[in-house]
């Protein structure tokens, strides 16, 4: 099998644009900390999406102060988050980690392989 690394870089062909960018924009006047927040509302609107057949990439390493300056946010409105929605062009599959190894890639189908923890390593019971 053939592992293609995907780059930060790498941009959609034409016609696999997203369709909606959504910026999660924390209020710094109402709470200082408002990850649990924008985490709930990222779940929410990702899985109604997913819901409809629109896929989503959630996108939290983006350039925050340039994406901040187009959307005329002020020192206290924080970019927290930008979750783009478009329709998949190719699939999704979740696979065991392999040797520590947690790099998405492309398989032989084109479509993304999701290296992933077991949930045994993730959790304890108490």
Same mark, same amino acid.
């Given at each position: 099998?053939?592992?293609?690394?995907?780059?930060?870089?790498?941009? &959609? =062909?034409?016609?696999?644009?997203?369709?909606?960018?959504?910026?999660?924009?924390?209020?710094?006047?109402?709470? $200082?900390? +408002?990850?649990?927040? /924008? +985490?709930? /509302?990222?779940?929410?609107?990702?899985?109604?999406?997913?819901?409809?057949?629109? +896929?989503?990439?959630?996108?939290? /390493?983006?350039? $925050?102060?340039?994406?901040?300056?187009?959307?005329?946010?002020?020192?206290? %409105?924080?970019?927290?988050?930008?979750?783009?929605?478009?329709? &998949?062009?190719?699939?999704? =599959?979740?696979?065991?980690? $392999?040797? +520590?190894?947690?790099? #998405?890639?492309?398989?032989?189908?084109?479509? #993304?392989?999701?290296? =992933? %923890?077991?949930?045994?390593?993730?959790? =304890?019971?108490?």
């Amino acid at each position: 099998m053939a592992h293609f690394y995907i780059s930060v870089y790498s941009q &959609p =062909k034409e016609g696999e644009e997203p369709t909606l960018f959504i910026g999660i924009v924390e209020n710094l006047d109402i709470s $200082k900390n +408002g990850d649990t927040d /924008a +985490g709930l /509302a990222i779940s929410n609107m990702t899985l109604a999406a997913w819901d409809k057949g629109v +896929g989503s990439c959630i996108i939290a /390493a983006c350039n $925050k102060p340039k994406l901040s300056v187009l959307f005329g946010l002020t020192e206290n %409105r924080v970019l927290h988050t930008v979750v783009a929605f478009g329709y &998949p062009t190719h699939k999704s =599959k979740i696979t065991d980690i $392999k040797d +520590g190894d947690v790099k #998405y890639y492309i398989d032989d189908n084109g479509d #993304y392989v999701v290296p =992933k %923890r077991k949930i045994e390593d993730v959790t =304890k019971y108490l």
